[in-house]
């Protein structure tokens, strides 16, 4: 009978595998683990983990769940001593068709290697890569391309040579995917070397292939050198940079295909990190200002997302004269997404180019593209104000900018508006009250009116920053006056339920004076509303003022308004009065 409860776990996992529901066999995939511990190191060796490399599914799904279970598997086959027997099932993976299967038993593998001891990774790791770089199917020699970087450190002289020649073939492969698979891992290969003290192999064996792939006949292939470049110029001396990777950063710049123009625009900063200032004046910003300016408007996206951080490598004087006249022409770019990505970094420029530079060259675009007639535009050049405020000062800001931003306030599309609503706690708290009252409290109690719902929760919850900002005492005389006054007497119930969300919303902000002298009140009057949706929130809301409310005054105000709604003739009112009675 023991012997028969020792096979159990493994009896079901044969059934649930063959069973024709995925769910159910990715069930089975996901609990390897408990059966691994019934059946114990020894058991799970001999038996689990061979018969999982018999019965490789035939679903990408529950082929991609094994491979990642098995990552993490080798202390249940005894530890980093047998871990060596997870490689086999897992080299099995890494030759499937399936992309992310193979991604998946890629990276299994390297968390194996990790675990095993330095002889092990030259009997069992080193011979796997070997069978994969050299399989005649395409997919297992891309997935050799990625276990190079893992165990080179760990591995002789010589073994390291042949490693080193394997690589070197299989980035001249003729298929171009493993070129491709290559050209990503170049630079972990690049970080192994490096970190193991080869300088002399990396520049005599490894820069010839980054030059090769980076002049590969596949586009596919020659936008991966760009990020190559990125990587691997941080290994090199600024000389080297200039001798090896500049003339690579040069082509790719200039690249027939749009595809790798975009990445190099998308890495442009790490690209000129290790170039010096001349180098950066002469050649780097003529390449920015022409990806600006690229007939492909993905290429202008991606350069236009980079205009802060590439300008902060700039004098001001070198912003003026070149970056700012390619920024004024994508203010009015023909590509809605052009602006849009223009507009979520241009408040950067201001901390390059201070106040005064700023209020001439600068504002002018800001207003521009507040007006523009794209939403996103309008939403990222609105998150990013309060970039420019401390840059120009409250008086510029106001006298120029809150015009556009009143506009906005009643834009059609509802998330400009919300996202003016977002913005208005930092803008009170830097033009201050009277500013506040004057220009912006009616448009704070406008939103409470708002057709969408969204908008009308959002304005209430704004109204708890503003009183953080202000004060209670302060809100006390000048906001809840307003909002109550505007939305208790609406004819619209909607709005009536406005008032009751800002007391519920309000109360643990206010101190109980003001709950019980100002807010209170209104929520009482509000028992006889017409409306039986105002009535039972009129409950709720009174059981969520009852902690915040002295016990007299519970006693006094409280307790009898819920004991007329107990009595209501709606059972909606009845059933939430009675549940704040309860509390009570």
Aim: aromatic share 6%.
């Amino acid at each position: 009978m023991e012997k028969a409860d020792s096979l159990y776990p493994v009896a079901v996992l044969i059934d649930e595998l063959k069973n024709e529901d995925i769910q159910l066999r990715l069930n089975s995939i996901r609990r390897l683990s408990t059966i691994a511990v019934a059946l114990g190191a020894e058991r799970t060796r001999n038996e689990l983990i061979p018969f999982l490399n018999e019965s490789i599914d035939d679903e990408d799904e529950v082929l991609m769940a094994l491979a990642d279970e098995l990552g993490n598997f080798a202390e249940y086959v005894g530890g980093p001593a047998f871990a060596s027997t997870l490689l086999t099932p897992l080299e099995t993976l890494a030759t499937v068709e399936e992309t992310i299967v193979r991604e998946k038993a890629v990276s299994s593998l390297n968390k194996v290697a990790e675990q095993l001891s330095d002889a092990h990774v030259v009997e069992y790791f080193v011979p796997l890569i070997r069978r994969l770089a050299q399989g005649d199917w395409f997919t297992s020699r891309i997935s050799a391309c990625g276990l190079f970087s893992v165990c080179y450190g760990r591995l002789s002289t010589s073994i390291k040579a042949e490693l080193r020649m394997s690589f070197g073939q299989l980035c001249r492969d003729d298929t171009p995917m493993v070129r491709r698979a290559a050209a990503f891992n170049l630079s972990h290969v690049a970080t192994a070397m490096h970190n193991a003290d080869e300088a002399g192999h990396f520049k005599a064996d490894l820069l010839p292939l980054f030059a090769s792939l980076s002049a590969d006949e596949q586009d596919s292939v020659r936008l991966l050198a760009v990020e190559n470049c990125a990587r691997v110029g941080r290994l090199l001396s600024l000389a080297e940079n200039h001798a090896s990777i500049l003339p690579v950063i040069r082509a790719v710049s200039h690249d027939k295909s749009w595809r790798v123009r975009y990445v190099v625009a998308e890495h442009f900063c790490e690209l000129v990190e290790r170039v010096d200032a001349e180098c950066l004046q002469q050649e780097m910003l003529p390449t920015f200002m022409s990806l600006l300016r690229d007939n492909e408007a993905e290429v202008r996206t991606a350069a236009a997302f980079k205009a802060t951080g590439f300008a902060e490598m700039l004098s001001v004087d070198q912003l003026l004269e070149h970056l700012m006249p390619c920024v004024r022409q994508l203010c009015t770019d023909s590509s809605q997404h052009v602006r849009a990505a223009l507009a979520s970094v241009i408040m950067g420029l201001s901390r390059v180019l201070g106040r005064s530079a700023t209020v001439v060259h600068l504002l002018p675009l800001f207003l521009e593209l507040l007006k523009d007639d794209f939403p996103e535009v309008r939403l990222n050049i609105i998150s990013t104000l309060h970039a420019v405020s401390s840059v120009i000062g409250v008086d510029e800001l106001s006298q120029s900018l809150l015009p556009a931003i009143t506009d906005l306030a009643s834009d059609r599309q509802w998330r400009v508006r919300l996202a003016i609503i977002e913005y208005i706690p930092l803008l009170a708290q830097q033009l201050g009250e009277r500013f506040f009252e004057e220009k912006l409290l009616r448009m704070c109690i406008e939103w409470l009116h708002d057709c969408v719902y969204t908008i009308r929760i959002s304005a209430i919850g704004n109204l708890k920053k503003i009183v953080e900002v202000f004060g209670v005492d302060w809100a006390r005389t000048q906001l809840l006056p307003a909002v109550f006054a505007a939305t208790q007497t609406h004819s619209n119930f909607l709005y009536r339920m406005a008032s009751l969300s800002a007391v519920s919303t309000l109360s643990s902000t206010v101190g109980q004076e003001t709950l019980t002298q100002v807010m209170l009140p209104v929520v009482l009057r509000m028992r006889d509303d017409p409306v039986p949706n105002i009535r039972f929130n009129v409950a709720k809301t009174l059981q969520l003022l009852i902690s915040h409310l002295d016990s007299g005054v519970v006693q006094t105000q409280v307790e009898p308004c819920l004991r007329t709604l107990k009595e209501d003739s709606d059972k909606d009112v009845r059933y939430f009065a009675g549940q704040a009675l309860q509390c009570c």
